[in-house]
């Protein structure tokens, strides 16, 4: 995946994704959070980490909490519903709008 000119991700929260690289290859998720300046994502449950944490108002009870950790942005491709795999993306104009375009079969994503 490449920033386009304006410097937006083409990813974006809530889109579907296919980890290409990393522990998780292979494996698909739902995006939860974009982080543009560092170009990384957060997988809903892949990349789990381990944290200690102190008891505190939020976790009065303290101890071992898992989440998620960021991915590289280059590391994960939108998923295409009818190549049913991460693709690369393309952008189209359709009048006003922009629409993401699948560059294998076409499919507006």
């Not at 998620?68 to 952008?91: D, F, H, I, M, Q």
Request: glycine share 10%; with cysteine; hydrophobic share 30%.
């Amino acid at each position: 995946m490449q920033n386009t000119e304006s410097g937006h991700l083409s990813i974006r929260k809530g889109d579907m994704v296919q980890i290409m690289a990393g522990r998780e290859k292979g494996k698909t998720g739902k995006i939860l959070r974009v982080m543009h300046a560092p170009n990384r994502v957060l997988v809903e449950k892949l990349n789990l980490v381990k944290r200690h944490t102190k008891p505190s108002q939020k976790a009065p009870q303290g101890g071992i909490v898992e989440k998620e950790a960021s991915l590289n942005y280059a590391n994960v491709l939108l998923l295409c519903p009818k190549c049913n795999r991460g693709v690369r993306t393309g952008r189209k104009m359709s009048g006003e709008k922009k629409l993401r375009i699948c560059k294998k079969c076409g499919e507006s994503l």
